[in-house]
Antibody, heavy 121, light 107 residues
Framework: EVQLVQSGAEVKKPGESLKISCKGSGYTFTSHWIGWVRQRPGKGLEWMGIIYPSDSDTRYSPSFQGHVTISADKSISTAYLQWISLKASDTAIYYC??????????????WGQGTLVTVSS | DIQMTQSPSSLSASVGDRVTITCRASQGISNFLAWYQQKPGKVPKLLIYATSTLQSGVPSRFSGSGSGTDFTLTISSLQPEDVATYYCQSYYDPLWAFGQGTKVEIK
C-alpha cells in the first residue's frame, strides 16, 4: 500500500526557519515525482513545486520560487519542504503528493495527511 | 505562468440534478487536466485525469471532457456524498496549477 506520512504540526514565530518532511513507503521512492501543495485556512489548493527523488530534478511555481526549498533524501525515502524565514502568511496546511504511475507529466494520485504550519508572534 | 479559472465558484443543486463545472486554462494544455474532490476536513482525492479518464473506484456519474483550454467536469446525478469542493489542475509541464475551486452543496 502506497503511503505518504508527513511530519507533525508546527508552531513557529515569524523569521524562524522550518523543514517539514514526507516519508514515502509501499512503492519505489525514486520512480515517482513528489510535489508540495499549500492550502491556506479556508482557501483553495496552490501548487508549490515538485521533485524527482532519483536525480533531485526540481521545479517550482513562480509564486513560490525563492521562498521555499524542496529537497529529497532517497536513502530514507523522504521529501522535504523548507523555509529559511517564515512569515505569518505561510500559515497553512501543506500536503505532499505523489504522481500517478507512468511516464511524462502526471497528476497527483496519492496524498499525505497534511502538515499544519502556524506562524504567529 | 498559467492561470486556471473555474466557474462557478459555488453551486447549490438538488439530489439527482446534473451538475457541470467548467475550467478554463490561460494557455493550451492539451489533455493534461485533472479533477480533484476535497471533502471538508479531508485530503484531496484524484477523480479524473487526462481530461476524461476516471480514476479507479470513482463512481461513473462523474465524467470529464474538453481539450486545449476549456474543460468540464459533470456529475450526472448529484448525490449527498458529492458535497465537496472540486478543483481542476493543469499538469502540463511546466504549466502546473490548480483552479480556485468550486464548492458544491445540496439544495
Amino acid at each position: 500500500e502506497v503511503q505518504l506520512v508527513q511530519s507533525g504540526a508546527e508552531v513557529k514565530k515569524p523569521g524562524e526557519s522550518l523543514k517539514i518532511s514526507c516519508k514515502g513507503s509501499g512503492y519505489t521512492f525514486t520512480s515517482h515525482w513528489i510535489g508540495w501543495v499549500r492550502q491556506r485556512p479556508g482557501k483553495g489548493l496552490e501548487w508549490m513545486g515538485i521533485i524527482y527523488p532519483s536525480d533531485s530534478d526540481t521545479r517550482y511555481s513562480p509564486s513560490f520560487q525563492g521562498h521555499v526549498t524542496i529537497s529529497a533524501d532517497k536513502s530514507i525515502s523522504t521529501a522535504y519542504l523548507q523555509w529559511i524565514s517564515l512569515k505569518a502568511s505561510d500559515t497553512a496546511i501543506y500536503y505532499c503528493a505523489r504522481t500517478a504511475p507512468g511516464t511524462g507529466s502526471l497528476p497527483f494520485e496519492h496524498w499525505g495527511q497534511g502538515t499544519l504550519v502556524t506562524v504567529s508572534s | 505562468d498559467i492561470q486556471m479559472t473555474q466557474s462557478p465558484s459555488s453551486l447549490s443543486a438538488s439530489v439527482g440534478d446534473r451538475v457541470t463545472i467548467t475550467c478554463r486554462a490561460s494557455q493550451g494544455i492539451s489533455n493534461f487536466l485533472a479533477w480533484y474532490q476535497q471533502k471538508p476536513g479531508k485530503v484531496p482525492k484524484l477523480l479524473i485525469y487526462a481530461t476524461s479518464t476516471l480514476q479507479s473506484g470513482v463512481p461513473s456519474r462523474f465524467s470529464g471532457s474538453g481539450s486545449g483550454t476549456d474543460f468540464t467536469l459533470t456529475i450526472s446525478s448529484l448525490q449527498p456524498e458529492d458535497v465537496a469542493t472540486y478543483y481542476c489542475q493543469s499538469y502540463y509541464d511546466p504549466l502546473w496549477a490548480f483552479g480556485q475551486g468550486t464548492k458544491v452543496e445540496i439544495k
